[in-house]
């Protein structure tokens, strides 16, 4: 069950969509994209995430960033401790390696879970924004998903036609806290 952006039809009553989302930068351009084509609900699911100061801070500026974009937020839970059991034996992994894979896989698991346990037709994610995510990595996982939850995937590489460069200015005009690692405990300590 895929569906591309230029495959959506608009209509008057939106199709319900459930965003993961990983921080409010990278969230700004896809936001803006997406908020005509669907009612959009984001979806704060990241516990690899680390220090736990970072964490909030990530979600705090989220939770506002929505709120000032009228948009809706949900704080899933912050489950270190499956994060660190998933990635056990991959400490040293490079960046954009099995280790992210694992990552995304579970924030998209539970992203597709909740969307489809809560009535939403999509669900998505931010996460290609980034030049350091490998789109086609997570758009494989998002679509094995929704076979398996019986949901829409939106497959996208949100960072084409300079949408990365474009989420750099919208954060700019916004205000937003930019982050300079993905979050997870091992790419701060550059491993």
């Not at 997570?138 to 939850?149: P, T």
């Not at 590489?157 to 993905?182: M, P, T």
Request: proline share 3%.
């Amino acid at each position: 069950m895929k569906s591309r952006i230029e495959n959506v039809k608009t209509s008057r009553l939106k199709p319900r969509m459930l965003l993961h989302t990983c921080c409010a930068p990278c969230s700004t351009h896809v936001l803006e994209l997406l908020r005509e084509m669907f009612a959009l609900t984001l979806y704060f699911y990241d516990p690899n995430i680390h220090p736990r100061e970072e964490y909030e801070t990530r979600r705090d500026e989220m939770r506002g960033y929505a709120a000032r974009s009228s948009v809706g937020f949900v704080e899933g839970p912050y489950d270190v401790e499956r994060w660190f059991e998933l990635t056990k034996g991959h400490e040293t992994d490079k960046e954009g390696s099995d280790r992210c894979f694992l990552c995304y896989e579970l924030r998209l698991r539970e992203s597709a879970r909740f969307a489809r346990e809560n009535g939403f037709e999509y669900f998505g994610t931010v996460l290609s924004i980034s030049p350091h995510k490998r789109a086609d990595k997570i758009n494989e996982i998002g679509l094995s998903l929704a076979e398996e939850y019986r949901i829409n995937y939106l497959e996208a590489d949100f960072k084409k036609k300079d949408g990365f460069k474009r989420s750099i200015v919208l954060s700019r005009e916004h205000g937003l806290y930019r982050q300079d690692y993905c979050g997870c405990v091992y790419s701060r300590l550059k491993v």
